[in-house]
Protein backbone atom coordinates (compact mmCIF):
# COMPACT_ATOMS: atom_id res chain seq x y z
CA UNK A 1 0.00 0.00 0.00
CA UNK A 2 1.62 3.33 -1.38
CA UNK A 3 1.75 5.89 1.56
CA UNK A 4 3.12 9.21 2.82
CA UNK A 5 3.21 10.95 5.71
CA UNK A 6 3.79 14.62 5.97
CA UNK A 7 5.63 16.10 9.11
CA UNK A 8 7.29 19.43 10.15
CA UNK A 9 4.55 21.65 10.34
CA UNK A 10 4.33 24.48 12.98
CA UNK A 11 3.51 27.56 13.86
CA UNK A 12 6.32 30.07 13.32
CA UNK A 13 6.51 34.05 12.91
CA UNK A 14 6.64 35.98 9.66
CA UNK A 15 9.73 35.71 8.09
CA UNK A 16 10.88 32.49 9.56
CA UNK A 17 11.51 28.98 7.94
CA UNK A 18 9.98 25.30 8.14
CA UNK A 19 11.13 22.49 6.35
CA UNK A 20 8.78 19.79 5.43
CA UNK A 21 9.25 15.97 4.89
CA UNK A 22 7.16 13.53 3.18
CA UNK A 23 8.51 9.63 4.08
CA UNK A 24 6.92 7.44 2.20
CA UNK A 25 6.05 3.71 2.76
CA UNK A 26 5.09 0.49 0.46
CA UNK A 27 6.60 1.67 -2.48
CA UNK A 28 9.68 3.11 -4.10
CA UNK A 29 9.95 6.85 -3.98
CA UNK A 30 12.09 7.11 -6.89
CA UNK A 31 9.76 5.80 -9.05
CA UNK A 32 7.51 8.52 -8.54
CA UNK A 33 7.13 12.84 -9.04
CA UNK A 34 7.21 14.59 -5.81
CA UNK A 35 3.88 17.33 -5.61
CA UNK A 36 3.47 19.80 -2.75
CA UNK A 37 0.30 21.47 -2.16
CA UNK A 38 -1.37 23.66 -0.06
CA UNK A 39 -4.94 24.29 1.32
CA UNK A 40 -5.89 27.68 3.27
CA UNK A 41 -8.98 28.10 5.14
CA UNK A 42 -12.30 28.96 2.96
CA UNK A 43 -10.03 27.97 -0.41
CA UNK A 44 -9.58 25.09 -3.28
CA UNK A 45 -6.17 23.71 -2.54
CA UNK A 46 -3.52 24.92 -4.81
CA UNK A 47 -0.18 23.27 -6.35
CA UNK A 48 2.82 24.84 -5.08
CA UNK A 49 6.03 22.88 -5.84
CA UNK A 50 7.05 19.67 -7.77
CA UNK A 51 10.16 17.36 -8.87
CA UNK A 52 10.55 14.43 -11.35
CA UNK A 53 11.88 11.20 -10.12
CA UNK A 54 15.11 11.58 -10.36
CA UNK A 55 15.05 15.74 -9.32
CA UNK A 56 16.55 16.89 -12.78
CA UNK A 57 13.19 18.71 -13.00
CA UNK A 58 11.63 21.07 -10.36
CA UNK A 59 8.91 23.99 -11.05
CA UNK A 60 7.64 26.31 -8.52
CA UNK A 61 4.35 28.84 -7.99
CA UNK A 62 4.77 32.05 -8.26
CA UNK A 63 3.77 32.80 -4.83
CA UNK A 64 6.66 30.66 -3.54
CA UNK A 65 9.39 31.01 -5.78
CA UNK A 66 12.41 32.49 -4.28
CA UNK A 67 11.15 31.40 -0.83
CA UNK A 68 10.72 27.31 -1.24
CA UNK A 69 12.89 24.39 -2.27
CA UNK A 70 11.47 21.26 -2.88
CA UNK A 71 14.25 18.37 -2.99
CA UNK A 72 14.17 14.84 -2.52
CA UNK A 73 16.32 11.93 -0.91
CA UNK A 74 15.70 8.88 -2.56
CA UNK A 75 17.94 7.00 -0.59
CA UNK A 76 15.93 7.92 2.28
CA UNK A 77 12.78 8.03 0.40
CA UNK A 78 11.53 11.13 1.23
CA UNK A 79 10.67 14.22 0.00
CA UNK A 80 11.35 17.79 1.58
CA UNK A 81 9.93 21.57 1.30
CA UNK A 82 12.14 23.89 2.38
CA UNK A 83 10.25 26.76 3.63
CA UNK A 84 11.96 30.38 3.97
CA UNK A 85 10.93 34.02 4.76
CA UNK A 86 7.34 32.75 5.22
CA UNK A 87 4.30 34.85 4.66
CA UNK A 88 0.91 34.96 7.16
CA UNK A 89 -0.66 34.17 3.59
CA UNK A 90 1.14 31.15 3.32
CA UNK A 91 -1.15 29.37 6.33
CA UNK A 92 -2.56 26.33 5.15
CA UNK A 93 -2.49 22.79 5.72
CA UNK A 94 0.36 21.36 3.12
CA UNK A 95 -0.13 17.83 1.43
CA UNK A 96 2.58 16.22 -0.58
CA UNK A 97 1.54 13.79 -3.14
CA UNK A 98 3.20 11.00 -5.06
CA UNK A 99 2.38 9.99 -8.90
CA UNK A 100 4.47 8.15 -11.72
CA UNK A 101 4.00 11.08 -14.72
CA UNK A 102 5.01 14.30 -13.99
CA UNK A 103 4.56 17.08 -17.29
CA UNK A 104 5.33 20.55 -16.18
CA UNK A 105 3.15 23.10 -18.68
CA UNK A 106 4.02 26.77 -18.42
CA UNK A 107 4.97 26.18 -15.24
CA UNK A 108 1.97 24.47 -14.13
CA UNK A 109 3.17 21.04 -12.29
CA UNK A 110 0.74 18.41 -13.74
CA UNK A 111 0.82 15.02 -12.13
CA UNK A 112 -0.77 11.63 -13.56
CA UNK A 113 -1.15 8.09 -13.12
CA UNK A 114 -1.65 5.88 -9.86
CA UNK A 115 -0.13 7.74 -6.44
CA UNK A 116 -0.78 8.65 -3.68
CA UNK A 117 -1.56 11.50 -0.59
CA UNK A 118 -0.34 12.29 2.52
CA UNK A 119 -2.74 13.40 5.47
CA UNK A 120 -1.46 16.85 5.54
CA UNK A 121 0.48 18.79 7.81
CA UNK A 122 -0.72 22.10 9.57
CA UNK A 123 1.70 25.36 8.90
CA UNK A 124 0.72 28.64 10.49
CA UNK A 125 2.65 32.04 10.26
CA UNK A 126 1.93 34.76 12.84
CA UNK A 127 2.38 38.18 11.80
Known amino acids: QLQLVESGGGLVQSGGSLRLSCAAS????????IGWFRQAPGKEREGISC????????NYADSVKGRFTISRDNAKNTAYLQMNSLKPEDTGVYYC????????????????????WGQGTQVTVSS
Open 97 to 116: AAAPVLSIVHSICIMAGHGS
Open 26 to 33: GFTLDDYA
Open 51 to 58: ISNSADRT
